[in-house]
């Protein structure tokens, strides 16, 4: 696919409604990290959201558990087209911290979307850090920053059992 066309696909996605679509069905997945009783919204989350989102993609999806035993499950999510492009790397959550029901301005509600003018409203809308790393393979740096994301413990448990 080139550039162009790869730009146009984005922008139709968002130009017709797919892109809000998905969006209210993820926001509407309340994953509170905090909340032991929304642990199962957040397995929810990675594996009848993420998980067949990415598998259309033609991504492998693997979830694992977290060697920590107190936050949430890993979702690995891996494509490769040839061994010699480069390796991108991601990071993002799936949780978030209490919707605060109750809290929010008058008709704006944690799990879902709501749309004013340019702003776009909801939890989860733009509580997502990305860390993407190109080059042949992900190198030991790339790591060092992924370490101060995760925790050094947990990852370094993480790598050890996977």
């Not at 490769?80 to 959550?93: K, N, S």
């Not at 704006?108 to 989860?124: N, S």
Request: proline share 5%; hydrophobic share 35%.
């Amino acid at each position: 696919m080139t550039r162009n066309r790869a730009i146009a696909r984005a922008e139709r996605y968002f130009d017709d409604g797919r892109f809000l679509e998905d969006l209210s069905r993820r926001v509407a997945i309340p994953t509170e990290s905090q909340n032991p009783d929304r642990g199962a919204e957040l397995g929810r989350y990675l594996n009848e959201e993420m998980s067949e989102s990415l598998e259309r993609l033609g991504f492998q999806c693997r979830i694992f558990p977290n060697p920590d035993g107190k936050h949430g499950p890993f979702l690995i999510a891996e494509r490769i087209e040839a061994a010699d492009l480069p390796t991108v790397f991601t990071y993002a959550h799936g949780d978030v911290i209490r919707g605060q029901e109750g809290s929010w301005r008058a008709g704006i509600e944690p799990w879902k979307v709501r749309v004013e003018g340019e702003r776009i409203y909801g939890r989860l809308v733009e509580d997502r850090f990305y860390l993407r790393v190109t080059g042949r393979g992900v190198r030991p740096q790339d790591l060092r920053a992924a370490v101060e994301v995760f925790g050094q413990e947990t990852l370094a448990q993480f790598a050890a059992g996977s």
